[in-house]
């Protein structure tokens, strides 16, 4: 498996990862692990319309994730990993899916959350999975698009 980026975005598959993250990767699939958009219909509907041309798409529940990975399932292609927050990369990770590197993208403000940084906003289990990620060895940083420093995410947790 070569996981090539793995990014947590609320928007999921959108313009900037559509046009500009997945092309500067080199993905040849993106992975969306999300419990939720797997059994919509109509997300699904609409990652397949947003999916770049020429590029790979599957989506999947984590737990379908950790086990296809475990498998081996996409070892010789270049995946581009998305979730739509916080908590589901970390229990990929904690499943045993390695990656080097965790951008943090998009997480727009909810009941219980916090502004960390322009683009983001955190609240506490979201802050505790970061740094247990942190812990497993991942860099975690917080990038909106590419011309944006990729600063470690540690630098806007107060």
Not at 27 to 54: H, W, Y
Request: glycine residues 6%; proline residues 2%; without cysteine.
């Amino acid at each position: 498996m070569a996981i090539i980026h793995a990014r947590i975005d609320e928007r999921l598959i959108h313009g900037q990862v559509a046009t500009v993250w997945t092309r500067l990767s080199g993905a040849e699939r993106i992975v969306v692990v999300n419990d939720k958009a797997v059994k919509d219909d109509m997300q699904i509907g609409v990652l397949k319309m947003a999916r770049p041309q020429g590029i790979k798409l599957t989506i999947m529940s984590v737990r379908r994730a950790i086990y296809t990975f475990s498998q081996g399932r996409y070892a010789d292609e270049k995946i581009f990993l998305l979730t739509q927050n916080i908590q589901d990369m970390a229990a990929l990770i904690a499943g045993g899916i390695k990656t080097e590197q965790v951008n943090v993208g998009n997480i727009a403000p909810h009941e219980g959350t916090k502004q960390i940084k322009a683009s983001v906003y955190l609240n506490e289990q979201d802050i505790a999975d970061v740094k247990l990620m942190i812990e497993q060895g991942v860099k975690v940083t917080a990038q909106m698009v590419p011309t944006e420093s990729d600063a470690l995410i540690t630098t806007f947790i107060k």
